[in-house]
């Protein structure tokens, strides 16, 4: 079952991984542009790595560009990507090449990756009081 509230809290096999990672473990949430000759499109991810290029050294078969980093606890990120991936359902994009993470890949403009950006911190503040209103109970 889990708190009506959170919804990725429901998760449990989520929640215990991210449990055995350690709640407070510092990670980053990013948002990268990827291109090629043929495409461009951006994702969406966290990573518990020492930065998102230790996250892509040899992993991803696109040239990319950092467009956002945002560092928080592991259980805050892991909540604000799945708010983000849930709100961009419409603006997916399945790249002609797979790797690590290709299905929270998406299609929009580099206008809309700043208004992302900008609504992070809003994100990040909801989750953290859901997340508060869940564990206070």
Known sequence: SGC????????????????????????????????????????????????????FASAIPYNYEIKHETIGDVLTMFETEKVLHSLLVEYSYKPNKTFGGHTECYNFTEDFVQKLKNNIPNIIKERKKIYEQHTNS
Do not use: M
């Not at 055995?20 to 991810?45: A, P, R, S, V």
């Open 4 to 55: 009506p509230n959170c919804k990725a809290l429901k998760n449990v096999w989520s929640f215990d991984i991210l449990k055995q990672h350690g709640l407070d473990k510092e990670t980053i949430l990013y948002i990268i542009k990827c291109y090629d000759e043929e495409e461009l499109f951006y994702k969406i991810g966290i990573t518990t790595r020492k930065s998102v290029k230790a996250r």
